[in-house]
């Protein structure tokens, strides 16, 4: 289920997150660099990253959504 995110206007200090997910098998992360994961059998594997911006609280908000929405995703 795909839900619209929005920013929720607000007072406060502003601030960017940037961040990424992907869900891997345990031990298949050899390491990370620039939003691209080394796997442990040589391949390699791009991260999208996601921008959120507000205050602390709307990013907080925001994230706890994105999380809920990528596991949704992650188990359909």
Known sequence: MARRLKLVKGAG???????????FEAGAVKALEDA??????????????HVI???HAQ??????????AFFDLLDE
């Open 36 to 49: 691209q994961a080394r796997l442990a059998d040589g391949a390699s594997s791009r991260i999208t990253m």
């Open 59 to 68: 990013i907080r908000s925001q994230l706890m959504r994105s999380v809920d």
């Open 53 to 55: 911006e507000g205050t």
């Open 13 to 23: 200090r502003k601030a960017t997150l940037v961040y990424g997910m992907r869900m």
